[in-house]
């Protein structure tokens, strides 16, 4: 399989954690190297379905190691809880399988807060965002204020810092309102979450380059999608990482000729959750989805925004992250439908555009230009080859690859392992 970095070509949410399980079987190691538990991936082994928000899905198959990289917001709390769930299950989360890297920052308390406040006093104009305190998070990090790994692992020096950055975000959240942090508490707690995690944290860079000297094998699993990202998304309402390829060096510390492939997960449709512009939103592929229980967040449980597979934006997606492989999941969604949309190009008045303009109020006025394609109207979920799917639906997918410009080699036809078709 080689070096892989497995990226979302839309807004999150384009099956990346199924896939990421499935591709796993091969790797030897299942890297995470941006965002932090506003990422929820969905995988169901077995009939038992497994949330994870910060923990690689690498974990749920023997013998693959996990890495949380230092590109990671790391909520201590969140991620001790995620092991205790998972040891409910029965899944092994011991340091064979599982490595912290001791430069990845902190998510505190008042950044959760401050998300919050942030959100309500925009009003409408709001991102729409998950509420974990990750755009606060990567805000001290930028800023240079932020706490580490490394910080939570030294009690002392850990009180010290806490107290001086709670002081001052207790100012900031007084004029917002809130009552204060009371620092006591929140030293407890997270002292408590530093012991459950100390085993675990150690210098990541130096263990990848070690295997990427014994030529093992790295999966970089992707959180949030191509148009979140924090440089290349729909400014402002993205997330705070670099979510498109680039991040997966920076979050991992593996320089980029180390990486060998890039995989686009794009879905067959199109889904955004949160506010921002999106061009290719259909209400009645929506109500379609959400009635038959689709497209609700597994972080937050909100309704996911629905529209049509938009090759405009999955074009460029291509470009940004240099897509070899394209993997197209939830084919099945769309099973009963007559006629299918794809969004070609977008108009902007006069003129035609191949890619999204940089510029929200312009991508706001974009009006989508479609092809129409037929349905298959019949099931696709019992499908294991390409070619035990109905010809229309083959006919679909090849031109979500042609038009986003790579080549298709994963349909995922249910949410499955075994659903999963290899090209
Ligand atoms: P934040 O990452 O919580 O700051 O949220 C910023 C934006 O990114 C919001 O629109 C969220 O809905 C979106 N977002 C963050 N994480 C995910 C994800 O894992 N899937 C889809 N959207 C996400």
């Known amino acids: 399989m080689a070096?892989?970095?497995?990226?979302?070509?839309?807004?999150?949410?384009?099956?990346?954690?199924?896939?990421?399980?499935?591709?796993?079987?091969?790797?030897?190691?299942?890297?995470?190297?941006?965002?932090?538990?506003?990422?929820?991936?969905?995988?169901?082994v077995d009939g038992v379905k497994y949330v994870l928000h910060l923990i690689p899905s690498g974990i749920l198959r023997r013998s693959k190691k996990c890495v949380i990289g230092n590109g990671v917001v790391l909520d201590p709390v969140a991620v001790a809880k995620e092991i205790h769930g998972l040891r409910e299950k029965k899944v092994k989360v011991t340091r064979d399988n599982l490595l912290i890297s001791d430069c990845a920052h902190i998510v505190l308390p008042y950044h959760r807060s401050l998300d919050e406040q942030r959100e309500l006093s925009k009003g409408k104009n709001k991102i729409g965002t998950t509420k974990r305190g990750i755009g606060p998070a990567y805000g001290d990090k930028i800023a240079r204020v932020g706490l580490r790994m490394s910080d939570l692992l030294q009690p002392e020096l850990f009180r010290t810092k806490l107290a001086q950055r709670i002081k001052e975000n207790n100012a900031t959240l007084k004029a917002f309102g809130v009552k204060p942090l009371n620092a006591k508490k929140v030293e407890a707690e997270y002292l408590a979450a530093a012991e459950e995690l100390r085993p675990f944290v150690t210098n990541t860079v130096v263990f990848l380059h070690k295997a990427v000297a014994e030529k093992r094998e790295i999966l970089f699993e992707g959180a949030q999608g191509t148009f979140l990202d924090i440089d290349h998304g729909?400014?402002?309402?993205?997330?705070?990482s670099n979510t498109t390829a680039g991040g997966a060096c920076t979050g991992s510390g593996v320089p980029p000729h180390r990486i060998d492939k890039v995989l686009g997960v794009v879905k067959a449709y199109t889904t955004r959750v949160g506010e921002g512009p999106f061009p290719t939103e259909n209400q009645d592929l929506?109500?379609?989805?959400?009635?038959?229980?689709?497209?609700f967040g597994s972080t937050t449980g909100r309704a996911r925004r629905c529209g049509w597979f938009d090759a405009v934006?999955?074009?460029?997606?291509?470009?940004?992250?240099g897509i070899d492989e394209l993997a197209i999941t939830n084919l099945d969604g769309l099973d009963s439908l007559p006629v299918i949309k794809i969004c070609t190009h977008y108009q902007l008045g006069r003129k035609k555009l191949e890619v999204p303009p940089g510029d929200l109020d312009l991508l706001k006025k974009c009006t989508p230009v479609y092809i129409e394609m037929p349905g298959w109207q019949q099931p696709t979920h019992e499908a294991k080859t390409f070619n035990d799917l109905p010809k229309n639906a083959r006919v679909y997918l090849k031109k979500l690859a042609e038009l986003t410009g790579a080549k298709l080699t994963i349909a995922s036809v249910g949410p499955n392992r075994e659903q999963t078709i290899l090209l």
């Open 286 to 295: 929506s109500d379609m989805l959400h009635g038959m229980g689709r497209e």
């Open 313 to 321: 934006s999955t074009r460029y997606a291509g470009m940004l992250n």
């Open 234 to 240: 729909t400014y402002p309402y993205v997330t705070s």
């Open 3 to 44: 070096n892989t970095i497995l990226v979302g070509a839309q807004w999150g949410d384009e099956g990346k954690g199924k896939i990421i399980d499935f591709l796993t079987e091969r790797a030897d190691i299942v890297v995470r190297s941006q965002g932090g538990n506003n990422a929820g991936h969905t995988v169901i």
